[in-house]
Structure formats: C-alpha cells, structure tokens
C-alpha cells in the first residue's frame, strides 16, 4: 500500500516567509475578525458610526452659518423675522469670533463624543478581554503561538492590535472620518483652522485612554484561566470601582483606583472645556451677565480636579497589567 | 559517542542543554547532535523529553548550555530557529471558536504564508491528515482522534523541515492510528520532513523511527540509529508453532539453547546471530510443523528498561 503523503499531490511551499509584520497583523484581523462576528459587536459599530455621522452632521450645519444663502439662512427667512435677526447675530460672532465659537463648538462636540467613544470601547472590551489572552492560556493555544516565529512580544503587540483596532472601529474612526466629512462641505477656512485644535485634543486623549485601556486588558486578559472569570474582574475594574469612585467624598486613593474616573480627570484636562466655556463668557459680546455666570459655573464644574493623582493612577494601573502579562506569558 | 556530523546534517545540536525549575533538574548536561531523518524520544514519564523539546522551540528558556535548531542557535535568533519547525504538543492546543480548516490556515498565516497559499495547503494537508468535511466544524467539537489529526496539520502546513510530535497517536483508534503512523513514517521517507517523535508507545517509536533517543531523569541516556540499538543488544528469537510446541522445545534444547515458553504459548530462544537462518535449518532437520518466527520482537523494550535501570542504578 501506498503512504499517505505518496496518494497524495502535496504542494510544497518553499517560498520566503512574509515577515513578522504580517504574522503580528495577522492575529489582529483574526481577533477583530472573530469580535465582529457578535451581533453585539456589529450593533455597537453601528451606534460608533452613527455618532461619526451626527459630527458630521452637527459640523457641517455650523458651518452652514456662514454660507451666504445657504439652506440655514433659507430656513431662518422662513421662519420669520425674528429668526433671521438671530441668524444674522449668530452669522456676525461665528465670522468675528472664530476662536472662541468655532473652537468652543468643536470642543463641545468632541468632548460629548468622548463619553460614548469610551463607552461603547469598555462595552466592546468587555467582549474581547476573555479572547485577548485568557482564552489562549485555557486551550493552550499560547503553545501554538510560541512554537511559530512569533516571541511573546510579537504575541502580545498582536493581541495589542485587536484593541487598538477596537478602538479605531468604535471611537477613533467616527470622530476622524466625523471631523473630516464635516470639514469636506465646510464654507469658511476658519472652521478647518479652528476645529483642528480640539481634534488634536480629542485624539490625544484618544491615545492616552488607548494605552490605559489597552494595559488594563490585556493585563484583565492574562489574569486567570476561564473566560467567564475575566469578563467578571474586567466589569468590577470598570463598574464596580466606578461606583466606588463616585462619591465625591471618597478618598483620593479610591477614586485613583477607578479609570473611568481617571479618564475622566485627563478628558477635563484635555479638552479644556472650562477654558473654551471661560472664553466664550470672557470675549463674546451681547451676553447679559446671568449667561456669563451660568457659562463661568458649567467652566467650573469641567475643570480636572485631580489631574496629576488621576494620571498617576492611570499609571500605577498601566505597571501592574504589563507585570501580569508579562509573567502570565511563557518566556521566549 | 556518534561521529561529529557536519552541521547542515543536524537538526539539532545541544551542548551542555539544562533546564532547571527551582531545586528540581529537569533537563541535565545534554549534549547531542542529531542527524536529519525519524528519531523516537523515549522515556518514563517526568524524564525530560517534553522539557528537552520546549527548550529547542524555545517555549522554556535552558538554564545552562547552547542549542542549534537546524543549524540556528535558538537563542540567538529566537524567531528564525522556529521557522522551519513545526510542533504537534501533546496537549489539545486548538483556539476555540475556530472551524478546523481556518485553525489550520491561520496557523500556517502565523508561519508567514501568506492567506492563499496557506488555505490551499491546509486543504492538502488536511486531506494528508485523513480529515474530510469535519475540517468546516468548529474544533471545540472534534473528537479527540479529530483533534489529534488537527494538530498534525497544524505543524505541517508551513512545509517545515522538521516537525516535532508529542505523543500523536494519543487518542487515536486502531485504523486512525494506523493511518497516521504511516503517515508520519513517510514524512522523512516521501517528503524530506524530520520528525522528533515523543511516545511512550515503543512499538510505533520502533515502527516509524530510525534513529532512537532515551531520556532518564533529564539526561541523555542513548542515541543510536534502531539498527545500531539492535546490535548491542542480545539476540532474542521469538518461535510461535502452529502444533508441536514440546518437539520444538525439546530439538531446541537439544541444540543446547536456552528456551523459554512463554503464556502465550509462543517460544523464546536466545541467538547467536541476527540471522533466522539456523532456526529453519533446525526445523528442516527436524522435520517440524511451520511456524511464525519473529526476529528481535521487544529489543527496543528491552534496551528501553536496560538503560533505565543502569541510570536508576
């Protein structure tokens, strides 16, 4: 009798490996691939670019302020006088105020945008931390990484990719392509000028909640064995230290142990909206006094109180996953 | 000690190879070079062999000595020294919510194929393996034969050129195990491809292998082809006659050979040669009924238990 290999017309492949670029890439899509196969998934995708649309939406309408003859002039003239004396007030300050009014409007959006970027990104975690690493340790499926050309920090960069990709797909990629659509009809310069400052700043607190989230994790992920158990200390880690951080006379230190509290802090700091509220009472004409105060009250409550402690936390965070992950994972 | 080869004809080269897990030494001293070809890896449970191949793929870094993956220092280059090396762990190892076919391709994708190659290939490979339209369930289903098979696949797909396998028959059924012996012997034979194969089961090592390694408490106890394992050791002739079992007995004693009946009815009788040649003559003389006469049967398992106890000793 024949031998197996003999019966059969097996290709060899001898051609050079792609590199390990292309291995790393490869356990991303499988990731992204397997997570947005949940209708779960797919739904928070959907709600992720419907909020990418709204930006759209919201920066080409304030744009529509100052076009000439454009379908919100049209709209104001139809309502009536009196709505077309607003338009006009508002047209003037957008044209004499781009700084205060483009720059604040954008930051606003930005910063609402942030809290269900966040959201619907710890939502999604939820359902990738057990396939992160915890499901690779219970069906020793790590073994089959490591045996590749692959180390474990071309695992791990790998595994690092799904939730840079999950944050991309649900936050990052809406406000971008969001920014970007509205700026494609925009009718003034200024609004290009003026917004791009609080993108900068929505995407740098972008990153710096991907890094935080990004070591929790993986750091979640790497823990223990059972999937189930993950899901449940990365909910605690969420929800359960969230709560506890609420109160506003909690201790310091237990606020610092929640991230959503300390993403918060650096999301107060970072997008400035006190400042951009502060300006707005400051510089803009017209406004009677009681606004000025409501506008110097909303500026007071967004300032970050305990920036510094949260960034700290977010740090100490950051050291204690990478020194879970890197010891749960076999060495190289 | 076998001749220094040179080093392209080596798979692995160990020198001083030592992995130690707190006070427990695991792997000891061992120094080696193996040749390209089948080689079994035998030993009791707990005597290094699993150890020995997780420091060669690098899953468990030596504590002490140096290492050469065909030819490519597993620590000096950690990526490149896998890169022709597949591994079927013992263990199940599958990534659960995977139907087999795609396990198998992303496998060969974490190898560097890029997706169409290595989706052909897995379809080959899955074939090789003796899979049919299982390969489009989800692996969590499979049973354990299916899983074994699976894993087979997955360090083959790449092509590698040498494939290390924990204990592959485990699990399998007689025609399963059959199909896959055959198949691991023909990988060196038909295809080029190396094979470390672990297994307790000394027949299949016999069977399939032609080099043997012996591991006892994390040392190197013997390495030799089967052929040379054989040579060292004594002759055993195993005679099961269809009738007249006393008059074998008695023309055998007669001949002044120790004899020995065994429970299963069968005769054993030591040689003075490799040769099967003087037990025909005997029966010609004799004029005695056919029988079956098996030439060496358990030298492996012999050899096996001899080294042991000389390392408990």
């Known amino acids: 009798m024949d031998s197996p290999a003999q019966t059969l017309d097996l290709s060899r492949w001898r051609e050079r490996p792609l590199g390990v670029g292309y291995r790393r890439w490869v356990i991303v899509v499988a990731g992204l691939r397997e997570l947005f196969r949940t209708r779960f998934a797919k739904f928070l995708l959907s709600v992720a670019w419907s909020a990418g649309l709204m930006i759209a939406l919201a920066g080409f309408a304030f744009s529509q302020s100052l076009a000439e003859g454009g379908w919100l002039q049209t709209l104001a003239i139809k309502a009536g006088p009196r ?86 797909l649900v936050w990052t990629g809406p406000l971008l392509v969001g920014w970007l659509l509205s700026m494609l009809f925009a009718t003034d310069r200024d609004f290009i000028v003026y917004s791009f400052e609080p993108l900068l700043r929505a995407l740098a607190f972008n990153g710096i909640a991907l890094v935080a989230l990004a070591s929790l994790a993986l750091g979640v992920s790497a823990l223990v064995r059972r999937p189930q158990l993950t899901v449940a200390i990365w909910m605690v880690m969420w929800i359960g230290l969230g709560t506890v951080a609420q109160p506003p006379r909690a201790p310091a230190w237990i606020k610092r142990t929640s991230i959503t509290r300390n993403l918060n802090e650096v999301r107060q700091e970072f997008f400035r909206l006190d400042a951009a509220l502060t300006d707005a009472g400051a510089k803009l004409p017209l406004l009677d006094q009681r606004f000025i105060g409501n506008l110097n009250g909303a500026a007071k409550k967004a300032e970050a109180a305990d920036f510094d402690g949260a960034l700290l936390g977010l740090g100490v965070m950051a050291v204690l996953s990478s020194w879970v992950f890197f010891r749960k994972l076999r060495p190289e | 000690m076998p001749p220094v080869l040179p080093a392209g004809d080596c798979i692995i080269e160990a020198a001083g190879l030592g992995k130690t897990y707190g006070t427990q030494r695991a792997l000891r001293d061992v120094t080696v070079q193996v040749p390209r070809g089948t080689i079994g890896l035998l030993g009791p449970n707990g005597a290094g062999k699993s150890t020995f191949i997780k420091c060669l793929l690098n899953l468990e870094t030596p504590t002490t000595g140096s290492a050469k993956v065909l030819g490519v220092d597993i620590r000096a280059a950690n990526r490149a020294s896998r890169e022709k090396v597949g591994y079927s762990p013992e263990q199940d190892c599958h990534i659960a919510g995977m139907a087999g076919c795609e396990y198998v391709t992303y496998c060969g994708q974490l190898s560097g194929m890029p997706f169409r190659q290595a989706r052909q290939r897995t379809h080959e490979i899955l074939d090789l393996v003796g899979m049919g339209q299982e390969r489009y369930r989800l692996v969590d289903t499979y049973s354990t034969g299916m899983k074994q098979r699976v894993k087979l696949a997955q360090a083959l797909v790449h092509d590698p050129e040498v494939v290390f396998l924990d204990e592959p028959t485990n699990g399998l059924d007689p025609s399963g195990r059959e199909h896959i012996l055959k198949l691991i012997g023909s990988l060196w034979r038909d295809l080029g491809i190396s094979v470390v194969m672990c297994s307790h089961l000394l027949r299949d090592i016999e069977r399939v292998c032609d080099r043997v390694m012996i591991i006892g408490h994390g040392r190197l106890l013997e390495h030799d082809s089967i052929v040379g394992l054989k040579a060292r050791h004594r002759r055993i002739v195993e005679i099961a006659p269809a009738r007249d079992t006393e008059r074998f007995q008695a023309a055998f004693a007669g001949a002044g050979l120790t004899v020995v009946k065994l429970s299963n009815g069968k005769l054993r009788v030591e040689s003075a040669s490799d040769s099967i040649e003087w037990v025909l003559e005997l029966m010609r003389t004799h004029d005695l009924p056919p029988a079956e006469i098996v030439s060496n049967p358990d030298a492996l398992h012999e050899l096996f238990i001899k080294s042991i106890s000389a390392d408990h000793g």
């Open chain 1, 83 to 168: 709505m077309e004396a607003m338009f006009t007030v508002v047209t003037g300050l957008v044209a004499m105020y781009p700084d205060v009014l483009v720059n604040g409007v954008f930051t606003a959006v930005f910063w609402a945008h942030s809290y269900l970027g966040l959201w619907l990104s710890l939502l999604a975690l939820s359902s990738v931390v057990p396939q992160l690493i915890t499901r690779d340790r219970s069906s020793n499926a790590l073994i089959v990484y490591l045996s590749r050309p692959l180390t474990s920090t071309d695992y791990l960069l790998g595994k690092l990719g799904i939730i840079v990709g999950v944050l991309v």
